[in-house]
């Protein structure tokens, strides 16, 4: 992530995005992704790192985001596993 131009998403609920995310996390919800993933990620072939809260949802999102025609798409999983910090 330092060394590479990338976009981190977080396919949580909006409240559980203000309880604490990754900095610079993008938010768009798994139950909506399909349908905002247009407007909130244009870029198919940036570099999205996926994740939220234990990787089930991850999961799910970035099959989405494939079925959609992205082409760099990374599930790293739940932020339960995160060893650094988050932001509010």
């Known amino acids: 992530m330092d060394q590479e131009n990338v976009i981190i998403v977080d396919v949580r609920r909006a409240d559980e995005y ?3 995310h990754i ?3 993008i938010l ?3 139950e909506t992704i399909s349908e905002e993933a247009a407007t909130a990620l244009p870029d198919k072939n940036a570099v999205y790192l996926i ?6 949802r991850s999961k799910e999102a970035a099959h989405k985001l494939i079925a959609l025609g ?6 790293f999983g739940g932020i339960l ?3 650094y910090g988050t932001v509010q």
């Open 81 to 83: 596993s995160w060893e």
């Open 18 to 20: 203000a309880q604490g």
């Open 70 to 75: 992205y082409t760099n798409v990374y599930d």
């Open 51 to 56: 994740y939220c809260r234990s990787g089930r």
């Open 28 to 30: 768009v919800p798994n």
């Open 23 to 25: 900095e610079g996390a």
